[in-house]
């Protein structure tokens, strides 16, 4: 049975494309080096990973190990990296030692037992860095797949000149969002107050979690074992809330992260962007930012404000392939790289990372950052930081990109189409997850 689950989860659409191995690292790295090897006579391990700045994360590692450096390759972001493993893996050769990896893919990686447990090399000795929510997500049950890195606490930015224009305050619960909404059509706006994506995927289970939503249960020890409960009564009435806005027409349901979505971030067109904590890094990012709209940024609004609950939206680490020749430099290179206070200012000034390693994310230097782009707020102190710090964790399934995708066919029916209502689609997601899981060998608990 658990071959068959194997099995059944690796058959994935891969390009036919050739992969080279890197002669210097310990492993069967799928490329040569970008950075340059200081020390040539040490352990190398090669990396994949798409973080910006990273080169200067490498050297900066490379200079202060003399028995251990990093052969650094970016093979490709997200999906494109993933595609690429997943050959690997179906090839027994290929892979490098550490990997960045998304926290919601670890389980799909792990149960093909393409990933280290590190239980066994040092995990234990840097899980205090970190918050335990961060810590549950790379781990399942007693194993540790993977060391965190940037995570995606979420808030609310918002342009202050448009809501003062219309006499809105800035929404700290669900139900004001929904008044401001009706109250910035009413004024006759241009734009409209949000955008709910039916391409959310992540950030739609974000808003269900939000409600209460533990949507999976699984824990890497019992890997054919699962349970579902995607059609909870908090997950319904959080979809059927942005249903009634939707068909109103008081929120805009564009894709995003395409270029129309890009414009109408920075032009006014959403006057609230419910989003990550890498969100004001993308934001100052696009093309066409209004020099002169006010940004602020808030906290995420709240169901029941006596009893705020915080989620997350995104979120990567570094894990340890099982085709890693030398374990131990491996993890050793997943569990430092990220860890000194130099390290992070780079992740954080140069590529807007949110850190979770918590000498940083402690430091008075982080917490009382002023960003300019939102008029010198302090927004990790305000905002962020008490995100990250009532995040407890959540729990992926072992074919978490397959549920996206059902989810977003089913958003895109109450959102888009109008074909269904929140309580129907809903219960078809957990009928169709339920099917997959049982022809993929699974037992549902």
Not at 206 to 212: I, V
Not at 289 to 303: E, G, L, Y
């Amino acid at each position: 049975m658990k071959n068959k689950v194997f099995a059944g989860l690796g058959v994935v659409a891969v390009a036919a494309a050739a992969l080279t191995g890197c002669s210097s690292a310990s492993g069967s790295a799928a490329a040569s080096c970008t950075n340059e090897i200081l020390k040539p006579d040490a352990t190398q391990v090669s990396v994949w990973a798409w973080y910006p700045a990273f080169e200067q994360v490498v050297d900066l590692f490379n200079q202060n190990h003399d028995d251990v450096q990093i052969c650094w390759t970016n093979a490709g972001q997200g999906n494109d990296e993933y595609t690429k493993f997943s050959t690997s893996i179906e090839s027994g050769s290929g892979a490098p030692d550490v990997i960045m990896l998304e926290s919601e893919v670890l389980s799909s990686f792990s149960i093909r037992n393409a990933l280290v447990d590190l239980s066994a090399y040092g995990a234990a000795d840097v899980k205090g860095n970190y918050t335990d929510g961060a810590w549950k997500d790379a781990s399942s049950g007693d194993a540790v797949y993977a060391i965190p890195v940037d995570g995606g606490p979420m808030g609310m930015l918002y342009r202050q000149d448009i809501l003062d224009k219309y006499g809105i305050a800035a929404p700290t619960t669900w139900a004001e969002f929904a008044d401001a909404a009706q109250k910035l059509k009413d004024a006759g706006a241009p734009g409209v107050l949000a955008n709910f994506p039916p391409n959310g995927r992540a950030f739609t289970q974000a808003l269900f979690a939000q409600a209460g939503s533990k949507p999976f249960t699984y824990d890497s020890a019992a890997p054919t074992d699962i349970g579902i409960d995607v059609n909870d009564q908090g997950s319904k009435d959080v979809l059927e809330y942005w249903q009634k806005l939707t068909s109103k027409g008081l929120v805009a349901t564009d894709e995003a992260f395409t270029a129309d979505y890009n414009t109408k971030l920075v032009d006014g067109t959403y006057a609230i962007y419910v989003a990550a904590a890498w969100g004001p890094g993308y934001l100052q990012g696009l093309e066409g930012t209004d020099d002169s709209a006010t940004w602020r940024a808030a906290p995420i609004p709240q169901w029941d404000p006596a009893k705020p609950v915080q989620v997350n939206w995104g979120g990567s680490t570094f894990a340890v392939t099982s085709q890693a020749k030398d374990k131990a430099a491996a993890a050793t290179v997943a569990k430092e790289v990220f860890g000194t206070e130099e390290a992070w200012k780079i992740g954080i000034e140069k590529a807007a990372l949110f850190p979770l390693w918590k000498p940083i994310l402690d430091s008075d230097y982080f917490r009382e950052l002023e960003s300019p782009f939102f008029g010198g707020q302090q927004i990790n102190k305000e905002v962020f930081l008490p995100a990250a710090a009532g995040y407890s964790g959540f729990t992926f399934s072992p074919f978490q990109n397959y549920a996206y995708d059902q989810l977003q066919q089913q958003v895109t029916a109450v959102t888009v189409d109008g074909s269904k209502d929140a309580s129907a689609a809903l219960d078809d997601l957990q009928s169709s997850l339920e099917r997959y899981a049982t022809e993929q060998g699974f037992t549902i608990k």
